[in-house]
């Protein structure tokens, strides 16, 4: 049979044996994880380049288009036409991002954060440009806020760097640092036409202008310190020509001039110097991003031909352990699954056979009912447990003998002391009739009565003792009894027997065989009435015929029971529990129920209208005479 609890043997060895081969997986996985995961990493930065970083470029290019268009209608040198043009370009820049944008799924936090940035300055845009067409802010301001677009769109690209490759990541890292130090140059283009057009240059002009051009310079070596060979190229051409020659002269010719001097006239080259450089600086940002594009794949692509050939041979090695784990823990299983079926077998069947049958019968147990467990099994263990087993069984049935013939002699002597004490006090009810008799005196006949009252309550828990060792009281009736005398007897041995009101039964009769008993059950539960309500109330019994018989009820007015105490009591009124010396306090209870099992009556206890309990007796009609007969015959 299938463990009832905990986890099966087959689980546990499964994880034990797991252990050595968690071991060689997690290895196997864990350098295969190294590579195949960087490779596949490039491979998604690669993607997230087509999707994020290709469109939101473009979006850069076109802001920094249109900053500078801006500057310049806010200065006067461009036309409304030309600024819708380039705002043109930068909505279908923005919409082809957002869209591109949207179709990426599972991007990590970091990114997700950065990229909400990004579009949370994007729709300040429209605010931006409102300003430039009313023309109530200076031009270093409007600048400014084009510039923390720019600044949210590199802070993306910081997030979107995931190259586990060192040299890719550097490389990467560098271009980054160059395409910002592209932005700054735009804004510097931006700054020198506001101050060309106003003929002279202010403090903040001066201010941010400095810091812009210190930033562009620090940017540029610092890329070009961490760029190899293959893209420095292009930008150390670059360096080296007269048109960023010309332009650093120029950087140096705006921040050293004095916001009180004007112009000097070299001044009317800035702007060809600037787009001159800006027109060089594009095509080589075009150039390595494309050659650093192209450096990726093919990296991926070797690690992920690394990962299959190391995982093959790890994965060779890895199901070999497997097979021959399975296949020594199957066979350990199967022997372990007969032990259990086997002790289960004797637990459940065998030794719970003996122990029923030990109830009624002392007699030694038979070798079929010891007969001892026989696994096949060729763990030594397995067979030590086996012999342990039996060992248990021999125990555990010399116990089970020694027990029940300890409990038939306690249930022989019970038996003998209420037998004695039943004939001892029959002779002292037939004396104490005799007195009665015999006496005139009211004072001492009414404590003759009180005596005889107290011998019958004495007798009915001598029976008690008869009836809880399986035993037939010696009262018996040959005839039919009315219902009536039998629950009058039944009140007569209840100590506060005034209390208690017989409500007019139907006039129907008891077999003989059965009026002892349930006058005894009867007066057990009428007693418990009278014992568990307060000594004011009432207790009424009565009756009525049922399609089956006919049900008693005795209701009390006490305090009753919780529902889980009831349905606890009544579970063991229905199914008749072996007697437990260690709940004496209930010894009614057993009582009742060994008479009701004996004759086929059901007893249930039910919550009373008046707050109390209502004990319900339902006598079956096989206990109903068919002939009456005189009451008081046996």
Avoid at 26 to 31: I, K, P, V
Avoid at 377 to 405: G, L, M, P, S, Y
Avoid at 529 to 536: D, E, G, I, V, W
Wanted: aromatic share 4%.
């Amino acid at each position: 049979m299938p463990p009832t609890r905990g986890r099966p043997i087959t689980v546990k060895l499964l994880v034990l044996l797991l252990v050595p081969l968690l071991s060689l997986v997690g290895l196997w996985a864990f350098a295969a994880g190294l590579t195949g995961g960087d490779g596949l990493r490039l491979l998604e930065a690669n993607e997230m380049a087509e999707h994020l970083t290709g469109p939101s470029t473009q979006v850069n290019v076109a802001l920094q288009d249109e900053r500078l268009a801006s500057v310049e209608y806010m200065m006067g040198h461009r036309d409304a036409a030309e600024v819708k043009k380039e705002r043109g370009k930068t909505d279908e820049a923005i919409k082809r991002f957002r869209a591109s944008a949207g179709g990426v799924r599972d991007l990590p936090p970091e990114m997700t954060t950065q990229l909400q940035a990004l579009n949370v300055k994007l729709d300040q845009l429209s605010e931006i440009r409102r300003q430039v067409d009313v023309n109530v802010v200076e031009p270093i301001d409007v600048i400014d806020d084009y510039n923390q677009i720019a600044d949210a769109s590199f802070r993306l690209y910081d997030a979107m760097i995931m190259v586990p490759e060192q040299s890719l990541y550097q490389q990467a890292r560098a271009m980054i640092m160059m395409g910002e130090a592209t932005e700054v140059l735009s804004r510097e283009r931006a700054v020198i036409a506001a101050v060309l057009a106003r003929g002279r240059l202010d403090g903040r002009e001066r201010e941010a202008f400095t810091g812009m051009v210190a930033t562009r310079r620090l940017l540029f070596a610092q890329a070009m310190s961490y760029l190899d060979g293959g893209l420095r190229g292009p930008y150390e051409r670059l360096s080296g020509s007269p048109v960023y020659k010309e332009w650093m002269t120029t950087e140096d010719a705006v921040k050293d001039q004095s916001p009180n001097d004007g112009l000097p006239a070299a001044a009317a080259t800035w702007p060809i110097d600037g787009e001159n450089l800006w027109a060089a600086v594009q095509r080589n940002q075009a150039e390595s991003t494309r050659a650093l594009a192209e450096r990726v794949r093919p990296t991926a692509v070797g690690m992920l031909v690394k990962i299959g050939v190391a995982a093959g041979a790890g994965l060779i090695a890895v199901v070999a352990s497997i097979l021959f784990s399975l296949r020594f823990r199957k066979r350990l299983v199967r022997e372990l699954a007969a032990l259990r079926d086997a002790a289960t077998e004797l637990a459940e069947v065998r030794l719970a056979g003996l122990v029923k049958r030990l109830r009624t019968n002392t007699e030694p147990p038979t070798s079929a009912e010891i007969t001892p467990l026989e696994v096949e099994a060729t763990t030594t263990e397995i067979r030590d447990i086996v012999k342990a087993f039996n060992d248990v069984q021999a125990t555990a049935v010399e116990a089970a003998v020694d027990q029940a013939r300890l409990r038939h002699g306690v249930s022989q002597v019970f038996v003998n002391l209420a037998r004695r004490n039943q004939s001892l006090l029959h002779r002292q009810l037939m004396q104490l009739d005799s007195m009665e008799r015999e006496t005139e005196a009211p004072e001492t006949l009414a404590d003759l009565f009180k005596l005889d009252h107290l011998t019958t309550r004495m007798r009915r828990h001598a029976e008690s003792l008869i009836i809880l060792s399986d035993q037939a009281p010696g009262r018996a009736w040959r005839k039919p009894v009315p219902v009536l005398d039998v629950l009058r007897a039944a009140v007569a041995e209840v100590e506060e027997y005034e209390r208690v009101e017989v409500l007019s039964p139907p006039p129907v009769f008891l077999v003989g065989s059965a009026v002892t008993d349930v006058a005894h059950l009867m007066a057990e539960l009428i007693e418990n009435a009278t014992l568990f309500s307060p000594p004011q109330t009432r207790v009424d019994v009565r009756s009525a015929l049922s399609p089956h018989g006919m049900v008693v009820e005795v209701e009390d007015r006490g305090l009753g029971l919780p529902r889980t105490e009831l349905d606890e009591l009544n579970d063991r009124l229905a199914n008749t529990p072996e007697f437990d010396l260690a709940q004496s306090d209930r010894l009614g209870l057993f009582v009742v129920s060994r008479l009701a099992a004996r004759h086929g009556i059901k007893v249930m206890l039910v919550s009373s209208p008046y707050g109390g309990l209502t004990a319900r007796v339902a006598l079956p009609s096989s206990l109903l005479a068919d002939q009456p007969a005189l009451a008081g015959h046996n």
